[in-house]
């Protein structure tokens, strides 16, 4: 470790945590069975809080660890920097202030953005840049951990840039660090891993804080009776809410049940609640989802609305703001080009949530930004409506002074008062409309008043209104300036001036009697004149009432005080970790949850496999469907042929699912390719396939699968543009070795085809998305069945239900048959419903399959001859050629392959013995 003796640290939240994870050494990050002992099962049920929150503990750390382990393990290739700068904040801290030159190797990671430093990210700190983690522990070298606490905020948008390649940042270290100015120069950081999700999970379990909703989970004392009906709402009421085109009636039975049982929750005090809504693939659970918030922000409902991910939590918010605005646009009463959206607040890290145009208006970082601008102490919201109120009664006196003010005294080039009116006016009402725009955008109207809030809109028009009159060509500056020289209130009559003047006076009135009424209402509310960002900070969260983030992320809200909140509703709740669930449900107010999800599809990951045997990665929604807790299932699917939705539907979900009337319908059967073999659903048997094994990530690809997919979307491609009807075709795989391969080949060749779309995913990458056409690839093909975490049953169900028209299955069916998993099911049913297709039988992909074999005979055949070597034995050499023998397919080169071998003797390392090429051959089964 790096030199220097130990201090006391500044403490902090985090110390339990990172005091934990820092006390580790090298030999305990690599050891497997560091926690092995100490993780036990995770139980079903609880006895007490203690035990509850007990069991989450050391299956974090082994978590954690392993986490670490896997990132030193590619430690060659992930981000480092170089020092620049390196000071101690305070002494005896271990707080230090950072600056590192430009980061490298940012894009080692396939698909991923360039690294940028962010909080809560673990760095190594080393006098030199390690290529392997046992370089850290040569003799001599100087290495620590470091954890970035605090990334300094800025206006600009590059907010960590100092100049135009350095970050600066701000760390914690696990030991005292020494460095005189010359070693300064010679160290680096290197980036491991984020560990926000794991230290907020871990601060949470000791957390006080709400415990009504953890009670009722576990049915730890209960509270009362368990039908509360006086605190029912009748649910005919909640239907006949109309919300224009957010109304329950344009939702199936279903769903409408489901929504109306969780929003007859509200009325009641006296008893915690958990409800789960069940959504299957294409039972519109999102749609259901966005208009069950939509109706408790109508409510005026405080509600925290959590995602595992922010590609998940952004996805829900962005549905909802849509509905918001679709309302405001059907509601004849409103003017629909205002739509307030104070009430709704997404906040979380703004890199992390890499936030887009469809929700930027309701982001935090936006919000106080834009804010910002009408709440500066001279410039800012009551300067501007006092500017406005002061133009409209004094103007003269205001053009005589600027008139006063003009040094050159050529009065010939001096603007009239007409130009000067435009000029003011415009400047004046641009600032004041703008303000006014944006409170209408991002103060909520309960706290601005309605009646403010169509006053605002009623101003920003009468403005609108004056400027136009304003700049009519006919008006005469001397009449402008006998307008303005009488009061804004008093009455002219047509004996003084015409009509066009007496518009434009009544005009002005009523601009300036607004402008003042706002003015005097805004301050009997108490609204700020000036707030800096913190102030505007607990402002939003203060006036909010529907708030969206991460559930690792619903942790920063013990620290704001603000209002107590009233319902959570967890989406993707059978994609997060317990552990994580139980950090929103314990936030103070929270009474009744709703959680929303599928079981039956991919739980969260879990990188221990210690850990995940405990069942780390178990959501919430499945333990309490595992004991029996009632769900509102979503029993109608809108998204699938009803050939594709058939296995999923018998196989994972007891045949309660039915299909929609669009999917029944004749339009929905779309024919891309000719033959029965590219029908809605197809198993496509690949014979003569090899599944080979990536050493690095222990992935596996088929390269005869590959040739199979790229055939398939050439032939799409040439579809298509004869068509040109829009196609997007998703290609999905369990192995990250074989969506590289795919990616690899598929280059950039479909690449601004408008209305032609192929997205390579995995399997995992693709939950939650659905194509026109999916095509699947199973990649393994060998004799003994061997398929792995393939045989996963949530993963088979999320690739089979990713697919709108077409499924097309790419498998070997003696390996799938042979796995005594779902595959064998599905084979099975492929074959009686007359979807089993051999590959063989479409020439197009016949040709593709012989040309990648004939390239595996080459590089086989030369593998053997290279592996050859009649002048040495040794073990190298031995070993490199049973490599290559067990590579090869003998079945299709039989003993041709072994006539250079007759004579050479090997050692077999199964018998011990001495035997020629041939005899090796057959005894491990290769050929008769």
């Given amino acids: 470790m790096m030199e220097g003796k130990e201090s006391r640290k500044e403490t902090s939240e985090d110390d339990g945590f990172f005091d934990t994870v820092f006390s580790w050494s090298l030999q305990d990050i690599f050891n497997k069975n560091l926690f092995k002992h100490k993780v036990q099962k995770i139980p079903e049920s609880f006895h007490s809080l203690q035990e509850y929150f007990g069991s989450f503990v050391f299956p974090l750390l082994e978590e954690t660890r392993t986490q670490l382990c896997s990132s030193m393990n590619t430690i060659a290739r992930t981000p480092f920097a170089r020092i620049v700068y390196f000071e101690e904040t305070k002494p005896r801290t271990n707080l230090y202030k950072v600056t590192v030159d430009e980061w490298k190797n940012v894009f080692s990671n396939r698909g991923k953005e360039p690294y940028k430093t962010l909080p809560g990210d673990v760095l190594i700190l080393a006098d030199a840049k390690p290529q392997s983690a046992s370089d850290l522990q040569r003799a001599g070298r100087m290495w620590t951990f470091l954890l970035v606490k605090k990334i300094p905020e800025d206006e600009d948008e590059d907010e960590n840039k100092i100049g135009s390649t350095s970050t600066y940042f701000e760390v914690q270290s696990a030991k005292d660090i020494r460095l005189d100015d010359e070693k300064k120069k010679s160290m680096f950081v290197i980036f491991l891993t ?40 009748q649910s005919e009421g909640i239907q006949n809410e109309n919300f224009g085109p957010c109304s329950l009636a344009n939702l199936n039975d279903s769903q409408v049940k489901a929504i109306s049982v969780c929003l007859s929750k509200m009325q009641c005090d006296h008893k915690s609640s958990v409800d789960l809504i ?14 069950l918030l939509f109706n408790l922000l109508k409510m005026k409902c405080r509600t925290l609305v959590c995602a595992p991910t922010n590609v998940a939590i952004k996805e829900v918010a962005s549905r909802v703001l849509k509905l918001v605005k679709e309302s405001y646009g059907a509601d004849s009463r409103r003017d629909n080009l205002f739509r307030p959206l104070g009430d709704i607040l997404l906040f979380g890290n703004k890199d992390r949530l890499k936030v887009g145009a469809e929700t930027e208006e309701i982001f935090m970082d936006y919000r106080i930004k834009r804010l910002q601008e009408c709440f500066v102490q001279l410039t800012g919201w009551r300067y501007r409506f006092i500017s406005m109120v002061d133009f409209l009664q004094d103007c003269v006196p205001q053009y005589h002074i600027f008139l006063g003010n003009e040094t050159d005294g050529n009065k010939a080039e001096m603007k009239s008062f007409l130009q000067f009116v435009r000029e003011r006016f415009r400047h004046t009402a641009t600032s004041l409309r703008n303000c006014l725009l944006l409170f209408l955008t991002h103060i909520p109207e309960k706290y601005i008043l309605e009646n403010n809030f169509q006053n605002m809109v009623t101003l920003i028009r009468l403005l609108q209104s004056f400027e136009t009159l304003l700049l009519q060509h006919n008006v005469a500056s001397e009449k402008l300036e006998e307008l303005f020289s009488h009061s804004v209130e008093e009455y002219l009559s047509q004996s003084i001036l015409d009509e066009k003047y007496l518009l434009l006076q009544k005009t002005r009135s009523e601009c300036h009697f607004l402008s003042s009424n706002l003015l005097n209402s805004l301050e009997e509310l108490g609204l700020p004149m000036s707030m800096g960002k913190r102030s505007l900070k607990d402002f939003c969260f203060e006036k909010a009432s529907l708030f969206f983030c991460t559930a690792t992320s619903s942790y920063n809200l ?12 967890i989406d993707e709740a059978a994609q997060l970790k317990e552990s994580e669930s139980t ?14 999800g599928d079981e039956c599809q991919l739980p969260a990951m879990v990188e221990s496999s210690v850990s995940d045997e405990a069942g780390f990665g178990r959501s919430l929604f499945q333990r309490l469907s595992s004991l029996g807790h009632k769900k509102h299932l979503l029993s109608i699917q809108y998204r699938m042929h009803p050939s594709i939705s058939f296995f999923p539907n018998s196989e994972f979900y007891h045949n309660q699912i039915l299909d929609g009337p669009n ?7 779309q024919c891309y390719l000719p033959g029965p073999m590219f029908g809605p659903y197809s198993f496509i048997n690949i014979l003569g396939g090899r599944e080979d094994h990536v050493e690095v990530g222990h992935s596996r690809s088929n390269m005869v699968e590959v040739s199979v997919v790229m055939n398939i979307l050439q032939n799409l491609h040439k579809a298509w543009i004869r068509s040109k009807k829009k196609l997007s075709i998703g290609v999905v795989s369990p192995y990250k070795a074989q969506v590289v391969a795919i990616q690899k080949q598929l280059g950039r060749k479909y690449e601004n085809r408008d209305g032609f779309v192929v997205k390579v995913k995995s399997v995992d990458g693709f939950q939650g998305g659905e194509e026109d056409i999916i095509i699947i690839s199973t990649v393994r093909c060998n004799n003994g069945g061997y398929i792995g975490f393939l045989s996963k049953p949530q993963r088979v169900n999320v690739a089979l239900t990713r697919a709108r028209y077409c499924l097309w299955i790419l498998g070997n069916e003696r390996t799938l048959t042979r796995s005594e998993s779902v595959w064998q099911n599905l084979v099975r049913d492929a074959k009686d419903r007359r979807c089993f297709f051999n590959a063989d039988d479409d020439k197009d992909l016949a040709r593709a399959i012989l040309e990648v074999k004939k390239e595996y005979d080459k590089f086989d055949e030369q593998g053997l001859l290279e592996s050859c070597s009649y002048e040495t034995k040794d073990n190298k050499s031995m070993e490199k050629f049973v490599k290559a023998f067990d590579s090869m397919d003998l079945r299709r080169n039989s003993l041709k392959s072994l006539n250079c071998f007759d004579e050479l003797l090997l050692l077999d390392e199964e018998s011990g013995n001495f035997l020629d090429a041939s005899s090796i051959a057959k005894q491990r089964g290769n050929i008769g």
Avoid at 558 to 569: D, H, I, Q, R
Avoid at 583 to 596: C, E, Q, S, Y
């Fill in 583 to 596: 950090i929103p449900l314990k936030l103070r107010g929270i009474k009744h949850a709703i959680l929303i």
């Fill in 194 to 233: 984020n560990v926000v999700p794991n230290r907020n999970m871990w601060n949470s379990r000791g957390m006080s804080g709400n415990l009504m909703i953890i009670k009722e989970v576990l049915s730890i004392d209960p509270g009362v009776e368990e039908n509360c009906e006086q605190c029912c709402v």
């Fill in 558 to 569: 013990n620290k704001v005080g603000m209002e107590p909140l009233s319902f959570l509703v």
């Fill in 663 to 669: 999917v029944k319908s004749q339009s929905y059967e």
């Fill in 278 to 291: 069940w959504g299957p693939p294409g039972t519109g659970k999102t749609k259901t989802v966005s208009i």
